[in-house]
Structure formats: C-alpha cells, structure tokens
T-cell receptor, first 113, second 116 residues
C-alpha cells in the first residue's frame, strides 16, 4: 500500500477554511484516497474519497493533484466540532481482506475560537 | 448514509472473563467486516478481517484463539475476547465496507474494554 505523509498538527480559526495536506507520492493507479476523522473516544468518521477528480460533499472538498501524488482536504468553514484527528489513507478499491484500511498518525486539527 | 452499530459501548469486567462485542451493518449487507484495536494516544491497528461464512483472517501477532471472530450473517460480526486480562484493555472498533468498487468503510462507535 502507498504510504501517506501528513503534518502532525494544525490550527485553524473558527469560521475559516481548514486545508489539510497529504502526500502520497507512491500511490498506484488503482488506489483511491480516503479521508476519515476521529473525534476523541469515538470511531472514525468517513469524510470523503476520490480517485482522480476533485470531489465535494456536504462535509468537505477533496482536491487531488493532477499527478495524484498529493491531495488536500478542505473544510470550508471550520467549527469547534471539527477538532479531531484527520487521517488520509490510500487503498485499492478491492473486496475481501484487501479492502482494509491502514491508519497512520494523521493530523491533529485544533479549531480555535 | 451507511450506518454501523457496535455494542456495547463500554464494558468493565473482571480478569478471566470473556467479553463479546457485536458489530452490525444496519442498512447494507457486508460480506467483509474489520476489527481494529486502539491503545491510548495511538492510531488504529487492524486485528483481523471478518469474512461472512468463512474463517477470519488475523494480522500477525494477533492470537486467533484469544480473539474469536464470528461472521454468521451479512449484517453481523462478533468479536469475543476470551479469558480477558488487564493488558487486553483497549478501545475496540469495527468497520464494514459498503459493497461496490471504491466504496468506503464505515465504522462503529467503538467499545471501551476495561479489565480489572
């Protein structure tokens, strides 16, 4: 599996956009980029995923570079409830045991008033 | 959206007892579910992959006789921690993958297990 690199921590002011970067320079052509977040003492929450194109949903936007070697998760208007550890994971879109996710250390996002 | 329910959310029990944790996919069928463990201030570590109708696949270093996994239906997987000891105290989390190419996994809220 491709390894990802994320900054260990980031701060963001409440109401501003939070831009979380992720490097995945060894990503393969059939690997998707998934983003999850984990709020303390809860299970990870799925945010968004993509293959090549930029994606947007009600939670966030995902910008993937043309060479697919990096991506950015954008929370357009961060709130205090967005404080969490954010994980960027790349994984093949296959079934069975090959579909498991490997979690790194993620980015601890702190949204401040 | 896809919902995964995990029960119980918190267990405290004496050393030597066995504890069963249930993981259910509420609005989709999951042929594959995953069990993770998370120690304080660490990331999630995959323990095993649960396959409906067949034996689970365990990660290296995880004792299959201690962590029994049963995936009897397309919506239910169970993890039983047998003869639990204090070192088994941890946060256990399950996930289920939505069928279809590229679809994400969805996670339960986790079970906090404390062995006294």
């Amino acid at each position: 599996d491709a390894k990802t690199t994320q900054p260990p921590s980031m701060d963001c002011a409440e109401g501003r956009a939070a831009n979380l970067p992720c490097n995945h320079s060894t990503i393969s052509g059939n690997e998707y980029v998934y983003w999850y977040r984990q709020i303390h003492s809860q299970g990870p929450q799925y945010i968004i995923h993509g293959l090549k194109n930029n994606e947007t949903n009600e939670m966030a936007s995902l910008i993937i570079t043309e060479d697919r070697k990096s991506s950015t998760l954008i929370l357009p208007h961060a709130t205090l409830r967005d404080t969490a550890v954010y994980y960027c994971i790349v994984r093949v879109a296959s079934g069975g045991s090959q579909g498991n996710l490997i979690f790194g250390k993620g980015t601890k996002l702190s949204v401040k008033p | 959206g896809a919902v995964v329910s995990q029960h119980p959310s918190w267990v405290i029990c004496k050393s030597g007892t066995s504890v069963k944790i249930e993981c259910r996919s509420l609005d989709f069928q999951a042929t594959t579910m995953f069990w993770y463990r998370q120690f304080p201030k660490q990331s999630l570590m995959l323990m095993a992959t649960s396959n409906e109708g067949s034996k689970a696949t365990y990660e290296q270093g995880v004792e299959k006789d201690k962590f029994l996994i049963n995936h009897a239906s397309l919506t239910l997987s169970t993890l039983t921690v047998t003869s639990a000891h204090p070192e088994d105290s941890s946060f256990y989390i399950c996930s289920a993958r939505v069928p279809g190419g590229g679809q994400p996994q969805h996670f339960g809220d986790g079970t906090r297990l404390s062995i006294l």
